[in-house]
């Protein structure tokens, strides 16, 4: 009996041995964060995973680097999830620990980072400085441009000029004038376009600011309409045709000098191409008093004979032809005047029969000769014409009737 009672509890110990080298010990075999990176103030979810349920009086907790703190499941997973305020890499450390806060085997650690608080980015705002809607080929352009942005992070400027050229980019500094320089190397219509952008997360632009212009050889004219607008601006047509309305074509724009002419009509009106006018100037005497003079010394009653219509704020007279012009407000001005011979003589082109450029200038009767302004150097009683048969000028009497072109500018 004492050998089976011996031999029974030997077999007891070696089953007890076996059955405790068979349970399995808990651990975490797994920890995460999400995110991995986010702004201060984001709530970050710290998980652990455990290789088996948690044995009594156990618990997972996890340090972020201000004293334990208790993660909270069911059986092998657990979380835990805080706002992180502290910006920068951070390290988070998750163990098993008991009652008495003894850690019961191996720590694992992670890492995570924070980054500064996403602030609101507002976009900037770009002007430009009354940018010319005219352009002459290989000739510079330039447009100049003003930006500003509420976060004081404006980055730079960016300009597509429309053609076949790659969109050109400067840094910019917040309310400060930036220029743009650029070269067009063919005529026609084009609209660039620019916008602003800063330097935020994620960097914003500005709305567009666009320019729809024209480019035109050295020497050539645009229409212009009787709005006062340019060929393919505003309410004018690109190749609007001659008339009264105000979308119809009425005056011609030297691009070269920047002097507006006027295009005669054909209508029969105050600027019909067929009236002639005299060029009396207020130092002139009137006719009435040339007659009384002449009378005087002569004794010879010529005032009867004499066209009394023709005299310095008569109708028929180039003074009052101005003042009705500017009273009409032609082209959208008020400020017309008889050119001067130098600037009729820059609308000559020789080698054209007439000699001035029909395109744009369709007016030119049988009477090639026109006034100006300019007075003769010796005589009074004379005043400059120019002639656009022949490209040619010379003094003449102002009482002769000839051709008004009026200019501004």
């Given at each position: 009996?004492?050998?089976?009672?011996?031999?029974?509890?030997?077999?007891?110990?070696?089953?007890?041995?076996?059955?405790?080298?068979?349970?399995?010990?808990?651990?975490?075999?797994?920890?995460?964060?999400?995110?991995?990176?986010?702004?201060?103030?984001?709530?970050?979810?710290?998980?652990?995973?455990?290789?088996?349920?948690?044995?009594?009086?156990?618990?997972?907790?996890?340090?972020?680097?201000?004293?334990?703190?208790?993660?909270?499941?069911?059986?092998?997973?657990?979380?835990?999830?805080?706002?992180?305020?502290?910006?920068?890499?951070?390290?988070?450390?998750?163990?098993?620990?008991?009652?008495?806060?003894?850690?019961?085997?191996?720590?694992?650690?992670?890492?995570?980072?924070?980054?500064?608080?996403?602030?609101?980015?507002?976009?900037?705002?770009?002007?430009?400085?009354?940018?010319?809607?005219?352009?002459?080929?290989?000739?510079?352009?330039?447009?100049?441009?003003?930006?500003?942005?509420?976060?004081?992070?404006?980055?730079?400027?960016?300009?597509?000029?429309?053609?076949?050229?790659?969109?050109?980019?400067?840094?910019?500094?917040?309310?400060?004038?930036?220029?743009?320089?650029?070269?067009?190397?063919?005529?026609?219509?084009?609209?660039?376009?620019?916008?602003?952008?800063?330097?935020?997360?994620?960097?914003?632009?500005?709305?567009?600011?666009?320019?729809?212009?024209?480019?035109?050889?050295?020497?050539?004219?645009?229409?212009?309409?009787?709005?006062?607008?340019?060929?393919?601006?505003?309410?004018?047509?690109?190749?609007?045709?001659?008339?009264?309305?105000?979308?119809?074509?009425?005056?011609?724009?030297?691009?070269?000098?920047?002097?507006?002419?006027?295009?005669?009509?054909?209508?029969?009106g105050l600027r019909d191409?067929?009236?002639?006018?005299?060029?009396?100037?207020?130092?002139?005497?009137?006719?009435?008093?040339?007659?009384?003079?002449?009378?005087?010394?002569?004794?010879?009653?010529?005032?009867?004979?004499?066209?009394?219509?023709?005299?310095?704020?008569?109708?028929?007279?180039?003074?009052?032809?101005?003042?009705?012009?500017?009273?009409?407000?032609?082209?959208?001005?008020?400020?017309?005047?008889?050119?001067?011979?130098?600037?009729?003589?820059?609308?000559?082109?020789?080698?054209?029969?007439?000699?001035?450029?029909?395109?744009?200038?369709?007016?030119?009767?049988?009477?090639?000769?026109?006034?100006?302004?300019?007075?003769?150097?010796?005589?009074?009683?004379?005043a400059r014409l120019v002639?656009?048969?022949?490209?040619?000028?010379?003094?003449?009497?102002?009482?002769?009737?000839?051709?008004?072109r009026l200019v501004r500018?």
């Amino acid at each position: 009996m004492k050998i089976t009672l011996l031999t029974f509890g030997l077999l007891f110990a070696i089953i007890s041995n076996v059955q405790a080298a068979t349970v399995t010990k808990t651990t975490i075999t797994k920890t995460s964060v999400t995110p991995t990176s986010a702004p201060a103030g984001t709530m970050f979810k710290f998980t652990a995973e455990l290789n088996a349920p948690l044995t009594t009086g156990n618990k997972v907790k996890i340090d972020l680097g201000k004293g334990l703190a208790s993660m909270t499941g069911t059986k092998t997973s657990y979380s835990l999830s805080r706002a992180i305020y502290t910006t920068g890499s951070q390290t988070y450390k998750v163990g098993i620990y008991n009652a008495k806060n003894v850690l019961q085997g191996i720590v694992k650690n992670g890492t995570y980072s924070v980054t500064s608080a996403t602030q609101l980015n507002h976009a900037p705002r770009l002007t430009s400085a009354n940018p010319n809607s005219v352009a002459t080929i290989n000739e510079n352009y330039t447009v100049t441009f003003n930006a500003h942005d509420t976060d004081g992070n404006l980055n730079s400027i960016t300009v597509d000029w429309g053609d076949s050229s790659a969109p050109e980019m400067l840094t910019a500094t917040d309310r400060q004038d930036l220029v743009f320089n650029h070269i067009y190397a063919t005529a026609g219509a084009f609209l660039w376009s620019a916008t602003a952008t800063d330097s935020g997360t994620p960097a914003l632009s500005s709305e567009k600011v666009t320019q729809a212009i024209t480019v035109v050889a050295a020497g050539n004219y645009t229409k212009v309409c009787n709005s006062g607008a340019l060929a393919g601006e505003e309410d004018c047509p690109v190749n609007p045709v001659l008339g009264n309305k105000p979308t119809d074509w009425a005056c011609t724009k030297d691009n070269d000098t920047g002097l507006i002419w006027e295009v005669k009509t054909t209508d029969g009106g105050l600027r019909d191409m067929n009236k002639d006018y005299a060029n009396y100037t207020a130092d002139y005497p009137t006719c009435t008093e040339f007659c009384h003079i002449v009378s005087t010394c002569t004794g010879l009653n010529i005032c009867e004979t004499v066209n009394m219509s023709k005299s310095f704020g008569d109708s028929a007279n180039a003074d009052s032809f101005v003042l009705n012009v500017n009273s009409q407000g032609l082209c959208g001005a008020s400020d017309w005047r008889l050119p001067t011979q130098d600037e009729l003589l820059g609308i000559v082109k020789l080698g054209n029969n007439p000699t001035i450029d029909t395109t744009y200038f369709p007016d030119i009767t049988e009477n090639y000769w026109f006034w100006s302004s300019s007075p003769s150097a010796s005589y009074n009683s004379y005043a400059r014409l120019v002639s656009f048969d022949n490209g040619d000028s010379r003094y003449y009497s102002k009482d002769s009737s000839n051709s008004v072109r009026l200019v501004r500018g």
